[in-house]
Protein backbone atom coordinates (compact mmCIF):
# COMPACT_ATOMS: atom_id res chain seq x y z
CA UNK A 1 0.00 0.00 0.00
CA UNK A 2 1.31 3.51 -0.97
CA UNK A 3 0.28 5.89 1.30
CA UNK A 4 0.29 9.57 0.58
CA UNK A 5 -0.74 12.92 3.11
CA UNK A 6 -2.11 16.21 1.48
CA UNK A 7 -2.71 19.23 2.27
CA UNK A 8 -5.88 21.82 1.15
CA UNK A 9 -7.57 24.95 2.21
CA UNK A 10 -10.25 24.53 5.07
CA UNK A 11 -13.40 25.49 3.14
CA UNK A 12 -15.57 23.20 1.17
CA UNK A 13 -14.56 24.39 -2.29
CA UNK A 14 -10.84 23.37 -1.18
CA UNK A 15 -12.24 20.38 0.87
CA UNK A 16 -14.95 18.43 -0.22
CA UNK A 17 -13.50 17.88 -4.09
CA UNK A 18 -10.64 16.61 -2.91
CA UNK A 19 -11.82 14.04 -0.34
CA UNK A 20 -13.97 12.92 -2.96
CA UNK A 21 -11.67 12.78 -5.56
CA UNK A 22 -9.04 10.98 -3.18
CA UNK A 23 -11.60 8.58 -2.74
CA UNK A 24 -12.40 7.97 -5.89
CA UNK A 25 -8.63 7.79 -7.12
CA UNK A 26 -8.29 4.83 -4.26
CA UNK A 27 -11.21 2.97 -6.21
CA UNK A 28 -9.57 2.98 -9.25
CA UNK A 29 -6.41 2.06 -7.55
CA UNK A 30 -6.67 -0.02 -4.02
CA UNK A 31 -3.19 -0.04 -3.90
CA UNK A 32 -2.91 3.96 -3.36
CA UNK A 33 -4.29 5.67 0.14
CA UNK A 34 -4.18 9.66 0.30
CA UNK A 35 -5.20 11.24 3.48
CA UNK A 36 -6.06 14.75 3.48
CA UNK A 37 -5.34 17.63 6.07
CA UNK A 38 -6.79 20.99 6.08
CA UNK A 39 -5.54 24.46 6.96
CA UNK A 40 -7.74 28.02 7.39
CA UNK A 41 -7.51 30.14 4.83
CA UNK A 42 -4.93 32.47 6.17
CA UNK A 43 -2.53 29.54 7.83
CA UNK A 44 -3.09 28.30 4.12
CA UNK A 45 -1.72 31.40 2.96
CA UNK A 46 1.09 31.67 5.62
CA UNK A 47 2.67 28.38 6.10
CA UNK A 48 6.45 28.67 4.51
CA UNK A 49 6.19 26.15 1.72
CA UNK A 50 9.48 24.38 2.71
CA UNK A 51 7.63 23.60 5.63
CA UNK A 52 4.80 21.98 4.30
CA UNK A 53 7.51 20.05 1.65
CA UNK A 54 9.00 18.38 4.80
CA UNK A 55 5.30 17.12 5.72
CA UNK A 56 3.04 16.28 2.78
CA UNK A 57 3.66 14.57 -0.52
CA UNK A 58 1.08 17.00 -2.31
CA UNK A 59 -0.08 20.36 -1.32
CA UNK A 60 -2.52 22.83 -2.83
CA UNK A 61 -0.46 26.31 -3.56
CA UNK A 62 -2.02 29.51 -5.29
CA UNK A 63 0.44 30.65 -8.11
CA UNK A 64 2.27 33.84 -6.48
CA UNK A 65 3.99 31.21 -4.98
CA UNK A 66 5.71 29.45 -7.82
CA UNK A 67 8.58 31.61 -7.84
CA UNK A 68 9.53 31.17 -4.42
CA UNK A 69 9.16 27.63 -4.35
CA UNK A 70 10.89 27.42 -7.40
CA UNK A 71 14.12 28.56 -5.61
CA UNK A 72 13.60 26.61 -2.46
CA UNK A 73 13.48 23.37 -4.47
CA UNK A 74 10.90 22.17 -2.66
CA UNK A 75 8.89 21.31 -5.75
CA UNK A 76 9.38 18.04 -8.67
CA UNK A 77 9.17 20.21 -11.53
CA UNK A 78 6.19 18.30 -13.29
CA UNK A 79 7.55 18.47 -17.07
CA UNK A 80 10.06 16.39 -18.67
CA UNK A 81 8.52 13.09 -16.37
CA UNK A 82 6.85 11.66 -19.85
CA UNK A 83 3.50 13.82 -19.48
CA UNK A 84 3.97 16.17 -22.25
CA UNK A 85 0.98 14.61 -24.28
CA UNK A 86 -1.47 15.45 -20.78
CA UNK A 87 0.61 18.95 -19.87
CA UNK A 88 -0.24 19.93 -24.17
CA UNK A 89 -4.28 19.06 -23.02
CA UNK A 90 -4.14 21.07 -19.98
CA UNK A 91 -2.58 24.37 -21.50
CA UNK A 92 -5.31 23.68 -24.26
CA UNK A 93 -8.06 23.60 -21.87
CA UNK A 94 -7.15 25.80 -19.08
CA UNK A 95 -9.34 28.41 -17.64
CA UNK A 96 -7.91 31.78 -19.13
CA UNK A 97 -4.13 31.99 -17.58
CA UNK A 98 -5.13 29.42 -14.82
CA UNK A 99 -2.27 26.47 -16.14
CA UNK A 100 0.33 29.16 -17.48
CA UNK A 101 0.45 30.11 -13.96
CA UNK A 102 2.12 27.63 -12.48
CA UNK A 103 4.85 27.76 -14.81
CA UNK A 104 7.73 29.65 -13.88
CA UNK A 105 11.80 29.82 -15.79
CA UNK A 106 10.53 27.30 -18.01
CA UNK A 107 9.08 24.38 -15.92
CA UNK A 108 5.43 23.63 -14.31
CA UNK A 109 5.91 23.65 -10.90
CA UNK A 110 1.85 22.42 -9.93
CA UNK A 111 -1.20 21.77 -12.24
CA UNK A 112 -4.77 23.69 -11.94
CA UNK A 113 -6.90 22.12 -10.53
CA UNK A 114 -9.34 25.42 -9.69
CA UNK A 115 -9.77 28.42 -11.15
CA UNK A 116 -11.13 31.80 -9.84
CA UNK A 117 -10.89 35.86 -10.70
CA UNK A 118 -12.84 38.73 -9.20
CA UNK A 119 -16.37 38.42 -9.94
CA UNK A 120 -19.66 40.28 -8.95
CA UNK A 121 -22.44 38.82 -6.78
CA UNK A 122 -25.95 39.29 -6.69
CA UNK A 123 -28.94 38.54 -4.81
CA UNK A 124 -31.53 38.57 -8.05
CA UNK A 125 -34.49 37.86 -5.77
CA UNK A 126 -33.58 41.60 -4.24
CA UNK A 127 -31.92 43.24 -6.93
CA UNK A 128 -33.79 41.99 -10.64
CA UNK A 129 -31.16 44.12 -12.89
CA UNK A 130 -27.57 43.66 -13.35
CA UNK A 131 -24.72 46.01 -12.49
CA UNK A 132 -22.52 46.37 -15.86
CA UNK A 133 -20.32 49.38 -14.86
CA UNK A 134 -18.76 51.08 -11.92
CA UNK A 135 -20.56 54.18 -12.12
CA UNK A 136 -23.95 52.10 -11.21
CA UNK A 137 -21.70 50.42 -8.52
CA UNK A 138 -21.21 53.53 -6.91
CA UNK A 139 -24.86 54.59 -7.40
CA UNK A 140 -26.13 51.68 -5.32
CA UNK A 141 -23.57 51.69 -2.66
CA UNK A 142 -25.43 55.18 -1.86
CA UNK A 143 -28.31 53.40 -0.84
CA UNK A 144 -26.25 51.02 1.76
CA UNK A 145 -27.20 47.96 -0.09
CA UNK A 146 -23.72 46.93 -0.88
CA UNK A 147 -20.96 44.70 -0.15
CA UNK A 148 -17.25 45.07 -0.82
CA UNK A 149 -14.42 42.82 0.90
CA UNK A 150 -11.34 45.35 1.35
CA UNK A 151 -9.36 43.79 3.97
CA UNK A 152 -6.14 44.50 2.88
CA UNK A 153 -4.72 41.66 0.61
CA UNK A 154 -8.52 42.06 -1.06
CA UNK A 155 -8.24 46.25 -1.24
CA UNK A 156 -4.80 45.26 -3.13
CA UNK A 157 -6.04 42.60 -5.14
CA UNK A 158 -9.25 45.15 -6.54
CA UNK A 159 -6.46 47.75 -7.26
CA UNK A 160 -4.85 45.36 -9.11
CA UNK A 161 -7.76 44.23 -11.53
CA UNK A 162 -9.64 47.89 -11.34
CA UNK A 163 -6.04 49.29 -12.60
CA UNK A 164 -5.70 46.39 -15.52
CA UNK A 165 -9.37 46.56 -16.18
CA UNK A 166 -8.37 50.80 -17.95
CA UNK A 167 -5.42 49.07 -19.53
CA UNK A 168 -3.04 49.90 -17.74
CA UNK A 169 -1.82 46.83 -16.15
CA UNK A 170 0.46 47.18 -12.67
CA UNK A 171 4.16 45.50 -12.43
CA UNK A 172 4.74 45.86 -16.26
CA UNK A 173 8.20 47.49 -15.99
CA UNK A 174 10.94 47.28 -13.01
CA UNK A 175 10.51 51.13 -12.56
CA UNK A 176 7.33 51.91 -11.38
CA UNK A 177 4.12 50.19 -10.37
CA UNK A 178 2.15 52.10 -13.12
CA UNK A 179 1.10 55.70 -13.65
CA UNK A 180 0.33 57.85 -11.24
CA UNK A 181 -2.45 59.34 -13.30
CA UNK A 182 -4.00 55.61 -12.99
CA UNK A 183 -3.26 54.78 -9.72
CA UNK A 184 -4.87 57.69 -8.20
CA UNK A 185 -7.90 57.71 -10.47
CA UNK A 186 -8.58 53.57 -9.14
CA UNK A 187 -8.29 54.86 -5.56
CA UNK A 188 -10.61 57.58 -5.96
CA UNK A 189 -12.97 55.15 -7.85
CA UNK A 190 -12.58 52.68 -4.96
CA UNK A 191 -12.99 54.95 -2.44
CA UNK A 192 -16.24 56.06 -3.85
CA UNK A 193 -17.38 53.11 -2.94
CA UNK A 194 -15.96 52.65 0.23
CA UNK A 195 -17.39 55.73 1.80
CA UNK A 196 -21.09 54.10 2.10
CA UNK A 197 -19.74 51.09 2.95
CA UNK A 198 -20.62 48.88 6.22
CA UNK A 199 -17.41 49.16 8.13
CA UNK A 200 -17.44 45.66 8.68
CA UNK A 201 -16.26 45.47 4.53
CA UNK A 202 -12.61 46.75 5.98
CA UNK A 203 -11.68 43.55 7.68
CA UNK A 204 -13.95 41.08 5.53
CA UNK A 205 -12.64 38.64 3.13
CA UNK A 206 -15.19 37.21 -0.18
CA UNK A 207 -16.17 34.34 2.29
CA UNK A 208 -17.30 36.54 5.08
CA UNK A 209 -19.52 38.62 2.10
CA UNK A 210 -20.98 35.82 0.61
CA UNK A 211 -21.55 34.40 3.84
CA UNK A 212 -23.49 37.82 4.85
CA UNK A 213 -25.43 37.84 1.89
CA UNK A 214 -26.33 34.22 1.60
CA UNK A 215 -27.46 35.03 5.47
CA UNK A 216 -29.41 38.00 5.46
CA UNK A 217 -31.47 40.22 2.98
CA UNK A 218 -29.35 43.24 4.26
CA UNK A 219 -27.12 43.56 1.04
CA UNK A 220 -27.46 42.64 -2.82
CA UNK A 221 -24.50 43.37 -4.25
CA UNK A 222 -20.72 43.11 -3.86
CA UNK A 223 -19.05 44.73 -7.30
CA UNK A 224 -15.66 42.30 -6.51
CA UNK A 225 -14.80 39.07 -4.77
CA UNK A 226 -13.26 35.93 -5.65
CA UNK A 227 -16.11 33.67 -6.52
CA UNK A 228 -17.34 30.79 -4.81
CA UNK A 229 -19.23 28.48 -6.88
CA UNK A 230 -21.14 27.00 -4.07
CA UNK A 231 -23.05 30.02 -2.87
CA UNK A 232 -24.60 29.36 -5.97
CA UNK A 233 -25.62 26.20 -4.99
CA UNK A 234 -29.18 25.42 -3.92
CA UNK A 235 -28.83 24.52 -0.58
CA UNK A 236 -25.42 25.39 0.57
CA UNK A 237 -26.63 28.70 2.55
CA UNK A 238 -30.44 30.03 3.13
CA UNK A 239 -30.46 32.55 0.42
CA UNK A 240 -28.87 31.88 -2.87
CA UNK A 241 -26.48 34.24 -4.21
CA UNK A 242 -25.71 34.75 -7.98
CA UNK A 243 -22.39 34.98 -9.33
CA UNK A 244 -21.24 37.24 -12.67
CA UNK A 245 -18.90 39.13 -14.80
CA UNK A 246 -17.16 41.85 -13.22
CA UNK A 247 -18.30 45.43 -13.32
CA UNK A 248 -16.26 47.23 -16.04
CA UNK A 249 -14.46 50.75 -14.51
CA UNK A 250 -13.00 50.86 -18.46
CA UNK A 251 -14.07 50.49 -21.95
CA UNK A 252 -13.35 47.35 -23.01
CA UNK A 253 -16.03 44.84 -21.17
CA UNK A 254 -14.83 42.87 -18.11
CA UNK A 255 -11.32 42.37 -18.79
CA UNK A 256 -8.31 42.44 -16.41
CA UNK A 257 -9.47 40.50 -13.09
CA UNK A 258 -6.53 39.40 -10.80
CA UNK A 259 -6.61 35.37 -11.60
CA UNK A 260 -6.94 33.31 -8.42
CA UNK A 261 -7.24 29.63 -7.81
CA UNK A 262 -5.14 26.53 -6.84
CA UNK A 263 -2.52 24.31 -8.43
CA UNK A 264 -1.84 20.54 -6.95
CA UNK A 265 1.92 20.25 -6.73
CA UNK A 266 4.11 17.27 -5.53
CA UNK A 267 6.78 17.92 -2.73
CA UNK A 268 10.37 16.96 -3.80
CA UNK A 269 10.62 14.88 -0.42
CA UNK A 270 8.13 12.60 -1.46
CA UNK A 271 9.16 8.74 -1.51
CA UNK A 272 6.63 7.74 -4.53
CA UNK A 273 7.76 10.37 -7.09
CA UNK A 274 6.40 8.74 -10.11
CA UNK A 275 2.96 7.34 -8.40
CA UNK A 276 2.68 11.06 -6.80
CA UNK A 277 3.25 12.95 -10.29
CA UNK A 278 0.80 10.17 -11.56
CA UNK A 279 -1.94 11.26 -8.95
CA UNK A 280 -1.73 15.30 -9.47
CA UNK A 281 -2.53 14.63 -13.47
CA UNK A 282 -5.20 12.67 -12.74
CA UNK A 283 -6.70 15.31 -10.79
CA UNK A 284 -6.47 17.81 -12.84
CA UNK A 285 -7.21 16.03 -16.31
CA UNK A 286 -10.88 16.49 -18.15
CA UNK A 287 -12.67 13.53 -16.09
CA UNK A 288 -12.02 13.96 -13.04
CA UNK A 289 -12.42 17.70 -13.11
CA UNK A 290 -15.75 17.87 -15.40
CA UNK A 291 -16.61 14.56 -13.41
CA UNK A 292 -16.54 13.91 -9.26
CA UNK A 293 -14.41 17.24 -9.07
CA UNK A 294 -16.88 19.38 -9.94
CA UNK A 295 -20.00 16.95 -8.60
CA UNK A 296 -17.94 18.32 -5.26
CA UNK A 297 -18.35 21.69 -3.99
CA UNK A 298 -15.43 22.46 -6.41
CA UNK A 299 -14.54 25.38 -9.07
CA UNK A 300 -12.43 23.21 -11.52
CA UNK A 301 -9.19 24.60 -13.35
CA UNK A 302 -10.05 22.68 -16.38
CA UNK A 303 -12.02 24.74 -18.86
CA UNK A 304 -14.18 21.72 -20.24
CA UNK A 305 -15.98 22.19 -16.56
CA UNK A 306 -17.08 25.55 -17.04
CA UNK A 307 -19.21 24.49 -20.37
CA UNK A 308 -20.62 21.82 -18.80
CA UNK A 309 -24.39 21.99 -18.92
CA UNK A 310 -24.38 19.69 -15.57
CA UNK A 311 -22.20 21.91 -13.64
CA UNK A 312 -23.93 24.99 -14.84
CA UNK A 313 -27.64 23.18 -14.22
CA UNK A 314 -26.02 22.54 -10.68
CA UNK A 315 -24.53 26.17 -9.74
CA UNK A 316 -27.22 28.41 -11.50
CA UNK A 317 -25.03 28.87 -14.24
CA UNK A 318 -22.00 30.24 -11.98
CA UNK A 319 -19.81 29.07 -14.44
CA UNK A 320 -21.49 30.28 -17.79
CA UNK A 321 -22.26 33.78 -16.11
CA UNK A 322 -18.38 34.28 -15.07
CA UNK A 323 -16.92 32.45 -17.79
CA UNK A 324 -15.76 35.82 -19.87
CA UNK A 325 -14.24 37.39 -16.91
CA UNK A 326 -12.04 34.33 -15.85
CA UNK A 327 -11.04 34.13 -19.60
CA UNK A 328 -9.70 37.62 -19.77
CA UNK A 329 -8.33 37.61 -15.96
CA UNK A 330 -4.69 38.71 -15.61
CA UNK A 331 -1.98 37.03 -14.33
CA UNK A 332 -0.35 39.06 -11.20
CA UNK A 333 3.69 38.96 -11.09
CA UNK A 334 5.08 35.85 -9.35
CA UNK A 335 8.73 37.14 -8.17
CA UNK A 336 9.70 35.76 -5.00
CA UNK A 337 9.46 39.31 -3.72
CA UNK A 338 5.77 40.24 -4.64
CA UNK A 339 3.76 38.60 -1.48
CA UNK A 340 5.82 41.22 0.39
CA UNK A 341 4.43 43.82 -1.72
CA UNK A 342 1.00 42.70 -1.50
CA UNK A 343 1.47 42.76 2.13
CA UNK A 344 2.35 46.47 2.49
CA UNK A 345 0.24 47.37 -0.70
CA UNK A 346 -2.96 45.75 0.80
CA UNK A 347 -2.61 47.72 4.24
CA UNK A 348 -1.75 50.62 2.23
CA UNK A 349 -4.71 50.60 0.00
CA UNK A 350 -7.00 49.59 2.96
CA UNK A 351 -6.02 52.75 4.99
CA UNK A 352 -6.70 54.35 1.82
CA UNK A 353 -10.67 53.08 1.73
CA UNK A 354 -10.79 53.89 5.07
CA UNK A 355 -10.22 57.17 4.41
CA UNK A 356 -7.10 57.39 7.03
CA UNK A 357 -4.57 58.27 3.68
CA UNK A 358 -4.82 60.32 0.78
CA UNK A 359 -4.88 58.94 -2.78
CA UNK A 360 -0.95 60.52 -3.46
CA UNK A 361 0.21 59.19 -0.31
CA UNK A 362 -1.16 56.13 -0.84
CA UNK A 363 0.41 55.63 -4.56
CA UNK A 364 3.79 57.02 -2.61
CA UNK A 365 3.82 53.89 -0.65
CA UNK A 366 2.58 51.69 -3.35
CA UNK A 367 5.80 52.61 -5.77
CA UNK A 368 8.24 52.47 -2.99
CA UNK A 369 6.82 48.84 -2.35
CA UNK A 370 6.74 47.32 -5.67
CA UNK A 371 10.41 49.02 -6.44
CA UNK A 372 11.51 47.41 -2.73
CA UNK A 373 10.28 44.11 -3.98
CA UNK A 374 11.79 44.09 -6.76
CA UNK A 375 15.61 44.51 -4.68
CA UNK A 376 15.56 48.08 -6.04
CA UNK A 377 15.24 51.65 -3.30
CA UNK A 378 13.19 54.08 -4.77
CA UNK A 379 15.34 57.33 -5.26
Not at 120 to 125: G, N, Q, S, T
Not at 169 to 186: D, I, N
Request: aromatic share 10%; charged share 20%; with cysteine.
Amino acid sequence: MIEFKGMTWDHPRGVDPLVAASEEYNRLNPQVKIEREKRSLQAFADQPLETMASTYDFMVIDHPHVGEASAQGVLIALDGKGYEHELAALAANSTGASHRSYEWEGHQWALAIDSAAQVAARRRDLLESPITTWDEVIRLAETGKVLFPLKPVDAVDAFLSLCANIDDPCAETSTTLVSRKTGVYVLEQMYAVAKHLDQRCFAMNPIGALDLMSETDDFVYCPMLFGYVNYSQAGFRSKLVHHENMPVLGNDGPKGSILGGTGICVSSLTKHQEEAIKFAFWLAGEECQTGVYAANNGQPGHAKAWVSVQNNARSNNFFSNTKETLDRSWLRPRYAGFLNFADEGGDAVNAFVRGDATAEATMDILERSYLNSLGQSAS
